[in-house]
């Protein structure tokens, strides 16, 4: 089945820098790769995705890339702010159903 | 937020008795998923649905059972509750109209087995 690693675990960056996490995945049958971005108690939230027929995306501070030549994929925040401080994962989808596979997780930490 | 609700939301139960945890949506939406999400593992797919009474495994799908006899509720059930089963358990539903594939989460459930 899919595996999808993610990197790093943890990320500190003073406010105003950007930050980036990556993704790598396995199942070049995968097509659709979101990222969602969970606060402390609350539920995974989407906040951006990609399909496999598109290269980059962006939306405001945050865009995605996806190379899959490579199988990875990465999502970059720019002039990062307090409030973007979460747990961020990444994940790829495959079969019949749409099913999600996670990585691990990113814990972000903007400090002020 | 999507329409999607998850009962309980705490729940303590002790090791060997049997638990149910409910998703309810009103998207209807085809497809319905239960994730467990533990420190440092993400969220890990143990079974899914693609229709009513059409039920597969996930990755972590053993001690689990699951059902589904309406297009809008989804239970899991834990047949003899174990301390490893101690998690966060989150449902998510996708399949809107046309290419849509986002997938929407539920408030999660936290069980504590002792």
């Known amino acids: 089945g899919e595996n999808v690693e993610q990197h790093p675990s943890t990320l500190s960056v003073q406010e105003g820098d950007s930050a980036v996490i990556k993704c790598t995945y396995s199942?070049?049958?995968?097509?659709?790769f979101p990222w969602y971005k969970q606060e402390l108690g609350k539920r995974p939230q989407l906040i951006i995705d990609?399909?496999?027929?598109?290269g980059e995306k962006k939306d405001q501070r945050i865009a995605v890339t996806l190379n899959k030549t490579a199988k990875h994929f990465s999502l970059h925040i720019t002039e990062t702010q307090p409030e973007d401080s979460a747990v961020y994962f990444c994940?790829?989808?495959?079969?019949?159903?749409?099913?999600?596979?996670f990585g691990s997780g990113t814990q972000l930490t903007v400090l002020p | 937020d999507a329409g999607i609700t998850q009962s309980p939301r705490h729940k303590v139960t002790e090791t060997g008795t049997p638990v149910t945890l409910r998703c309810h949506q009103t998207?209807?939406?085809?497809?319905m998923y239960w994730y467990r999400q533990d420190p440092g593992h993400g969220l890990r797919l143990i079974h899914y649905?693609?229709?009513?009474?059409?039920?597969d495994k996930g990755e972590v799908s053993d001690g689990y059972s699951v059902s589904r006899s309406k297009t809008e509720d989804f239970l899991l059930t834990l047949e003899s509750a174990t301390s490893s089963q101690t998690s966060v358990y989150f449902c998510?539903?996708?399949?809107?109209?046309?290419?849509?594939?986002?997938?929407?989460f539920g408030q999660g459930t936290r069980l504590t087995v002792v």
């Open positions: 998207e209807n939406h085809r497809y």
């Open positions: 990609i399909r496999s027929n598109v």
């Open positions: 998510a539903i996708s399949g809107g109209g046309g290419m849509n594939t986002e997938a929407f």
């Open positions: 199942d070049s049958a995968s097509n659709y």
């Open positions: 994940a790829a989808s495959t079969g019949s159903a749409r099913q999600l596979t």
């Open positions: 649905s693609y229709g009513v009474k059409d039920t």
